[in-house]
């Protein structure tokens, strides 16, 4: 509900009236900045909308939309001097207020955070009451940080937001003691933990040489499948290590934390590009919070700015903990972007660095797979699933994953293997059910248990289009054609694009005598671009039907449930 509340708080606030264009205006660089923006291309977009501003300096879209561009490139020291124009020219933009803020803090002037707040500039009730308390800290007025995070708390629906803070001030003071009992008392609704918090609390009960203690808020909150960051800590607490505190440890990073909050509030509830604006706030502050770094590189990821994304994850560094999953978020992109050998080369040599990892081989093996260098892709399936844990909820997929690379080196045995091995681990899984239950189909081996696992599978996913062509294509395989349209022609209607669906729906309509609409559905097929070996099957059976293309395959002939069209 609090996230709900936060994403409405923020989006209340305007950013910009709509202006007027000046008869001056450079429409060409404006026309093509908003097509810049459109496509979230913002190295373009800040390119054009600063070129519309040398015609038009005091326009307040051109300049809000210079600003956002700049801060999404991560260039924030380029946004600050737009975002102060904004404010000296009286707009309301509540980003230029989140500049103008982050540009203070960064300084250390802590008086300017106060200031901007006294006159109106405010970024957002959270963010305006966590930072007056962290620049009270800045100045050396712990007294009136407290009382500031006091009133957080105070504030409905930032109550456990206020504690965490509270929290963390404590511990940067030295006073673990007081920190321990913030993360204790936690308020009314009970400490909701992030992994930065759950770390923070394991750290502070450490210094109070409580580590079995630590280690039962690392166990509770993260569990057991903790990222080489946090196995770390855990170790260190398991060996009695008292670990230092440095979770959040300075008024910079606190403030810092709250954009890692915000962005993490907004996700799912605003624009991408809305979000990205405070996560790269964030890592403008605290360019070591990885966590927010990985935030910022997925964001970008997500809105298709895939070298934008590269370029993020790769500066995290090689010995930070969480240094595979940027690698891993680079290889996507470069999968992404089209760059598929660099995502190889990338997760051929984070293969070699941790070796330990299971997910970095199970990723190696999908991107090998899609690459369709199978036996390389086994082989890393293989070596992932001898270092996951037995329980370990991923082993049904690297079981899934590793039967379609060798069913697809006609390597049968060994596939059925790992699909019944994966089903062993989730039985209803749908994914799984139908590929195995479809490849059965089309081996013409044990029929009644295929249907029965696509029928299931079925039952699971009605909306899947390849499920769905799949129970229509055992029924087909089965004799039972007119069953068997039924459900071609919705797999047809959920994937109108397959080329595989509409060829089955072709055979189909062929089998119930239906011949000029299946002669429709080949041709249909055949526009979709099917691979080559199927694109020279439904020629053939354009020129010559159905029932001769079976007869040169040792097939039967569809036996004709109705009359011919």
């Given at each position: ?82 975002a102060q124009t904004i404010i000296d020219f009286g707009y309301q933009s509540q980003i230029a207020n989140l500049m103008h803020s982050i540009a ?223 690698e891993l978020g680079r290889a996507a992109a470069l999968q992404a972007a089209g760059r598929r050998d660099a995502a190889i080369e990338v997760l ?212 004709v449930a109705r009359g011919d069209n």
């Amino acid at each position: 509900m609090f996230k709900r509340s936060v994403s409405a708080a923020l989006f209340a606030c305007l950013v910009a009236p709509n202006p007027v264009f000046s008869a001056e205006v450079d429409a060409g660089a404006y026309l093509a900045a908003r097509q810049a923006g459109m496509a979230h291309d913002f190295g373009h977009g800040a390119r054009y909308f600063t070129k519309g501003l040398l015609s038009d300096p005091g326009n307040a879209l051109l300049l809000e939309n210079a600003m956002t561009s700049y801060i999404a490139l991560g260039q924030v020291e380029r946004a600050i001097p737009i975002a102060q124009t904004i404010i000296d020219f009286g707009y309301q933009s509540q980003i230029a207020n989140l500049m103008h803020s982050i540009a203070a803090v960064k300084a250390g002037d802590w008086d300017a955070v106060f200031a901007a707040l006294e006159h109106g500039r405010s970024v957002g009730p959270l963010v305006d009451g966590l930072a007056q308390a962290w620049a009270h800290m800045g100045k050396g007025e712990m007294t009136k940080a407290l009382a500031r995070f006091d009133q957080v708390v105070d504030t409905q629906g930032m109550e456990i937001y206020g504690l965490t803070h509270k929290a963390y001030a404590l511990a940067v003071a030295g006073d673990f003691e007081g920190a321990e009992e913030v993360f204790s008392s936690s308020g009314e609704q009970g400490m909701r933990y992030s992994r930065r918090s759950a770390v923070a609390h394991a750290q502070i009960l450490s210094q109070l040489g409580r580590n079995d203690d630590a280690l039962a808020v690392i166990d509770g909150v993260l569990g057991r499948q903790l990222d080489p960051g946090v196995a770390a800590l855990r170790a260190n607490l398991a060996a009695g290590v008292a670990v230092a505190y440095d979770a959040v440890d300075s008024p910079t990073a606190g403030v810092a934390d709250i954009y890692h909050v915000i962005a993490g509030a907004l996700q799912g509830e605003a624009t991408d590009v809305y979000t990205l604006l405070y996560a790269r706030a964030a890592t403008y502050l605290a360019p070591e919070n990885t966590q927010a770094v990985l935030m910022t590189a997925g964001l970008l990821d997500d809105l298709g700015q895939y070298e934008l994304a590269n370029e993020t994850y790769a500066g995290v560094a090689r010995d930070d903990p969480a240094f595979h999953a940027a690698e891993l978020g680079r290889a996507a992109a470069l999968q992404a972007a089209g760059r598929r050998d660099a995502a190889i080369e990338v997760l051929d040599a984070l293969a070699r660095s941790h070796a330990d990892l299971p997910v970095v081989h199970a990723t190696r093996g999908d991107t090998l797979r899609q690459a369709k260098r199978f036996e390389d892709a086994t082989d890393a399936y293989t070596r992932a699933l001898d270092l996951y844990d037995s329980q370990d909820p991923a082993l049904w997929f690297v079981h899934y994953t590793r039967g379609i690379a060798y069913h697809q080196l006609d390597d049968w045995p060994a596939a059925e293997a790992d699909f019944r091995a994966s089903l062993a681990l989730q039985p209803q899984q749908p994914q799984v059910l139908n590929y195995l239950g479809y490849s059965l189909v089309e081996r013409n081996e044990k029929l009644d248990e295929a249907l029965a696992m696509i029928e299931t599978a079925a039952a699971a996913r009605p909306d899947n289009g390849a499920i769905i062509d799949s129970l229509g294509w055992v029924m087909f395989q089965l004799g039972h054609y007119e069953e068997a349209v039924g459900h071609l022609e919705l797999a047809a209607s959920l994937e109108p694009v397959d080329p595989i669906i509409n060829d089955h729906l072709g055979d189909g309509y062929w089998a119930v005598g239906r011949k000029t609409e299946a002669r429709f559905q080949w041709q249909r097929a055949l526009s979709l671009a099917p691979d080559a070996t199927n694109a020279d099957r439904i020629r053939n059976k354009l020129e010559r039907g159905l029932d001769m293309v079976r007869r040169e395959e040792g097939l039967d002939p569809v036996q004709v449930a109705r009359g011919d069209n």
